[in-house]
């Protein structure tokens, strides 16, 4: 199975709403980051985590390694958070990530 | 932040054909990556890069794929010969350090079209 599961794997919001993603790992996570991809292919980094959260401006992230799971919370959502949202687990040696499928999130006004 | 350059954004070649994905990765990073997406599916990992060697490589490395990083100049993945299920978008990215904390930094990526 997926090693890392992502949910969920579409997502329509309305302007200004708030959401969360989540991301499941069946691996020994040890960090994990997530990723917007923009409708041209571009992965911006949003977040690098250690086990704890981490805040961005109306992003907000969360990862715990003991019970193997990530999430990142969207708050006050504008049309340019529209993309594909991936996270990614490193769970050893030289920086392989395992990345999960993505949720697509489509905003609307 | 950092940018990592990758050059084509989109080539397309006949089946058989050797072909060069280049990256300009972040100026002072020393680990590099390949990575691969098919279109609609997630990304998955091909290899990774540091001083001159391969450090780790995935089922999805076949034999006809090298790297290299000559010089100090760009990072590259080579194909030859290409099949049509190496069609998708390769990202490249590139690191400060290897294992642990650190922070990947991605290019746009470069689409293959292998007809």
């Known amino acids: 199975g997926d090693k890392v599961k992502q949910s969920p794997s579409a997502l329509s919001l309305q302007e200004g709403t708030n959401s969360a993603l989540r991301c499941n790992f069946s691996?020994?996570?040890?960090?994990v980051q997530w990723f917007l991809q923009n409708p041209r292919g571009s992965l911006m980094n949003l977040f690098y985590?250690?086990?704890g959260t981490k805040e961005n401006g109306r992003l907000k992230s969360a990862f715990d390694s003991k019970e193997s799971y990530s999430t990142l919370h969207i708050r006050d959502a504008q049309l340019e958070d529209s993309g594909t949202y991936f996270c990614?687990?490193?769970?050893?040696?030289?920086?392989?990530?395992?990345f999960g499928k993505g949720t697509k999130l489509s905003v609307k006004s | 932040g950092p940018k990592v350059l990758q050059i084509p954004s989109h080539q397309i070649i006949d089946m058989g054909q050797m072909v060069t994905l280049n990256c300009d990765p972040v100026?002072?990073?020393?680990?590099f990556y390949w990575y691969k997406q098919i279109l609609g599916q997630q990304m998955e990992f091909l290899v990774n890069?540091?001083?001159?060697?391969?450090?780790?490589k995935s089922k999805l490395f076949k034999d006809q794929f090298s790297v290299e990083r000559p010089d100090g100049s760009y990072f590259t993945l080579k194909i030859q010969p290409t099949a049509l299920e190496d069609s998708a978008v390769y990202f490249c990215?590139?690191?400060?350090?290897?294992?642990?904390?650190?922070?990947?930094?991605f290019g746009a990526g470069t689409r293959l079209s292998v007809l």
């Open positions: 990614a687990a490193e769970g050893g040696s030289n920086a392989k990530l395992t």
């Open positions: 100026s002072n990073h020393l680990y």
């Open positions: 990215a590139s690191s400060s350090t290897g294992g642990s904390q650190n922070t990947l930094y």
């Open positions: 691996i020994a996570a040890t960090t």
């Open positions: 985590l250690v086990p």
């Open positions: 890069f540091y001083n001159g060697k391969v450090m780790e």
